[in-house]
C-alpha cells in the first residue's frame, strides 16, 4: 500500500498537517498538494477545529515543487493539473494555519509557508526562491506573497538570485512571525495555535479574510471590507460573550455562533 503524502492528527480545537515525503524532501507533488487540500478542507468543515499546524520535519519543511514530475510535464499538463488548483483550494482556507517550518522551505515549500497566516521559524529554517535556476519562476504566489511580505526591492533579489535566506533575516524582513530554538519549533507553533484556538472561532475566520484582504485593491476598498466584517461580529452570540465576559470579569466560553 503507498503510504499517505501527509499525517493528520487532532488535538483538541488544534489539528496537524505534516508533510510526509521525507525520502523527497517533502517536495510538493500534484498529489501531495491533493491531499493537503482535502485535509485543510476537512478541516475548515470540522466544528471541533479552530485552528491548523502545518509542518514538514526538522531537515525540511519542503523543498518545492516536485522537480522530477514537472521535467516531464508540458504546459498542457500543468493546466490540467490546475484544474482545479490545489494551491488555490489551500489558500481559500477560512480557519487560521501557522506553518512550523524548520530546514528548507524552497520554491513552493517557500510559497506554501507564505501562504499560511503565521510562520514560526526554528533557528535551522532557510528560506528561498530558487525557480530562476530552473528556468522558470514561482508559480504558486511567491511574486505576490513575497513582495508584500518584504517589499519590492528585497523581494526581487530573491527572485531574481534565488538567494537563500535563514531565518533570522527573514524575521528581520517581516516573512516570519518568530524565530525559535530548533527542539522547540513545533510545540511553539502549536501553542501559538492553541491561543489562537482559545479565541471566538467566528471572530478568528473573520479577522483572517479582513486582514488578507489587505493584499488586494485600494486601502479604501480594504478598511470597508474590514468594517463589513467587523459589523458582521456585531450579530453574533460570541460578541455577547465576549464581552459580558469582560465585564464580568470571568473568561469567555465561545460557542462559534
Ligand atoms: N523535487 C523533487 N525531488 C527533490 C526536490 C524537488 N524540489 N528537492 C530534493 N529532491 C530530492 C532529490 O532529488 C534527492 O532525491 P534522490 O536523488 O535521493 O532520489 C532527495 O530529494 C534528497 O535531495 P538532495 O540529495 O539534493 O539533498 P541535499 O541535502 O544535498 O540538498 C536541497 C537539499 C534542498 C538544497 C536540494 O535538494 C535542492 O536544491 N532541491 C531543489 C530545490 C528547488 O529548486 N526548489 C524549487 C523547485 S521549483 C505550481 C506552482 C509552484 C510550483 C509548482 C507548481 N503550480 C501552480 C502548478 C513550484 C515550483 C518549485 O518549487
Known amino acids: 500500500m503507498e503510504e499517505s ?5 487532532k488535538d483538541g480545537p488544534v489539528a496537524t498537517i505534516t508533510l510526509n515525503r521525507p525520502k523527497a524532501l517533502n517536495a510538493l507533488s500534484s498529489a501531495l498538494m491533493n491531499e493537503l487540500a482535502d485535509a485543510l478542507e476537512g478541516f475548515d468543515a470540522d466544528d471541533g477545529i479552530r485552528c491548523v499546524v ?10 518545492g515543487g516536485d522537480i522530477k514530475q514537472m521535467s516531464d510535464s ?13 494551491w488555490r483550494r489551500v489558500a481559500k482556507t477560512r480557519k487560521p494555519v501557522v506553518a512550523a517550518v524548520s530546514g528548507f522551505a524552497l520554491g513552493g515549500g517557500c510559497e506554501l509557508a507564505l501562504a499560511c497566516d503565521m510562520i514560526v521559524a526554528s533557528e535551522s529554517a ?8 530552473l528556468g522558470i519562476i514561482p508559480g504558486a504566489g511567491g511574486t505576490q506573497r513575497l513582495t508584500h511580505a518584504i517589499g519590492k526591492a528585497r523581494a526581487m533579489e530573491m527572485v531574481l538570485t534565488g538567494r537563500r535566506v535563514e531565518a533570522k533575516e527573514a524575521f528581520e524582513m517581516g516573512m516570519v512571525t518568530k524565530v525559535v530554538p530548533a ?6 507553533a502549536k501553542e501559538l495555535a492553541r491561543t489562537v484556538a482559545s479565541k471566538a472561532p467566528l471572530a478568528a475566520q473573520l479577522a483572517k479574510d479582513a486582514v488578507l484582504k489587505a493584499y488586494d485593491g485600494t486601502l479604501d476598498a480594504g478598511l470597508d471590507y474590514e468594517r463589513r466584517n467587523f459589523l458582521v461580529l456585531f450579530s453574533t ?6 464581552m459580558a465576559a469582560f465585564k464580568e470579569k470571568r473568561a469567555p466560553n465561545f460557542e462559534g455562533k
Do not use: C, H, W
Not at 452570540?237 to 465576549?242: C, V
Open 237 to 242: 452570540d460570541d460578541k455577547e460573550e465576549g
Open 74 to 86: 508540458t504546459a498542457a499538463d500543468m493546466v490540467k493539473r490546475e484544474s482545479p488548483s490545489p
Open 126 to 133: 532557510q528560506f528561498g526562491q530558487p525557480e530562476i535556476d
Open 54 to 63: 502545518l509542518t514538514g520535519n526538522e531537515r525540511v519543511f519542503a523543498a
Open 5 to 9: 503524502n501527509i499525517l493528520t492528527e
Open 183 to 188: 527542539e522547540s519549533y513545533l510545540e511553539e
